[in-house]
């Protein structure tokens, strides 16, 4: 069974940086897309970024292009999130998701993943 475990988030101030980290079990993440959301309170989720299964493609929303990063770590088994310049409107609860499909296209619609991780919580204030 697929599982996946966030980590790395916290309280930081704006202009800081911060870097999540997706543990994954039971699967490759070398095989499928992989992707971060965020949902701050009150609000839907929103794709943040996706990292294409093979480092093929990347994509990025454009309230975050620039400042983030997404990227596989050292360890295969890790996919991680660099945050810069962070600013209170990124705040939120970050999820690490993998997509339905194996060799599957890179894309931040929620619709297209089914295994989720729990959450890590980042508090962007002064």
């Known amino acids: 069974q697929p599982q996946l475990v966030e980590s790395g988030g916290g309280l930081v101030q704006p202009g800081e940086s911060l870097q999540l980290t997706c543990s994954v079990s039971?699967?490759?993440?070398?095989?499928?897309?992989m992707a971060w959301f965020r949902q701050a309170p009150g609000k839907g989720r929103e794709g943040v970024s996706c990292?294409?299964?093979?480092?093929?493609?990347?994509d990025y929303a454009d309230s975050v292009k620039g400042r983030f990063s997404v990227s596989r770590g050292v360890a295969d088994n890790n996919v991680l999130l660099q945050m810069s310049n962070l600013k209170p409107e990124d705040s939120g609860v970050y999820f690490c998701?993998?997509?339905?499909?194996?060799?599957?296209?890179?894309?931040?619609?929620?619709?297209?993943?089914?295994?989720w991780g729990q959450g890590t919580r980042v508090t962007v204030s002064s």
């Open positions: 039971g699967f490759s993440p070398v095989y499928y897309t």
């Open positions: 998701a993998r997509s339905r499909q194996s060799f599957g296209p890179c894309l931040l619609d929620e619709a297209e993943y089914n295994y």
């Open positions: 990292l294409g299964h093979g480092h093929s493609a990347r």
